[in-house]
């Protein structure tokens, strides 16, 4: 008996990995974070039970995979995105591992490269940013010292903000002395969803263009130069000296 935690993808139902795909459809319990992974995503699947987990605690999801683990029962343990990133999935397997469960992780496509992808955008281009920043904006969850938005800024590399676009005017207040107004700025709203609403502005102008629309959740925040960039220079990966 295995938990497996599943990346289940963004939204779409094609942006689950096969083998995620696999699993869903073949275990015999689904516990499923419903908040963010849509229903669409378990189509197919064969389980005796399928539980939504939005609405539990810790305690009780730990509860549920001891019961299928005596029971024998693999469970396909499905979060959004990619499980390593925000998912809460490290306090599971830290109970996991007290209770000798076997648990294995299966990656899934990230909400920044659905957002990326949405944009048709390449986050690194040389000459401009080489770095990606994935973080989050502190409310209930504090940052440790070193990781404020501000410090983070100073780097001036692509960053990606992820639970965040209800402080857009704090967030906008400490990335402008660093990035500057006319840097690129972009809020897309459920990436890859049916839903989806993408918004493009500047440091300058993004909070009243956010403020227009009702976007208060599920929405990341990317800026960077490179989103308003042709690029400095080509990559040297298709570079003609490689012949
Ligand atoms: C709890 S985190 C989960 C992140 C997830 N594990 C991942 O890899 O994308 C939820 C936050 O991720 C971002 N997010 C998740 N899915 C998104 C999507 N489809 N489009 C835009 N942002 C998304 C939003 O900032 C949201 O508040």
Redesign the pocket.
Known sequence: MTVFFI?AG??DPELITVKGQRLVRACPVILYAGS?VPPAVLEGHRAIQVVDTAPLTLDEIVALLEDAHARGRDVARV?????S???AIGEQIRRLRKLGIPYEVVP?V???A??AASLGSELTLPGISQTLILTRYATKTPMPEGEALSDLARHRATMAI????RHIARIVEELRPHYGDACPVAV??????PD?ERVTGTLADIVEKVRATDIE????ILVGRVLGAEGFADSTLYGASKR
Not at 79 to 83: E, N, R, W, Y
Not at 162 to 165: N, P, R, S, T
């Open positions: 990346g963004p939204g963010l979060h959004s995105g990619d499980p990133l925000y998912g899934g990230t909400a920044t659905a957002c992820h639970l965040g676009v897309i709203y459920r990436a890859s969803w989806e959740r599920t929405a990341l």
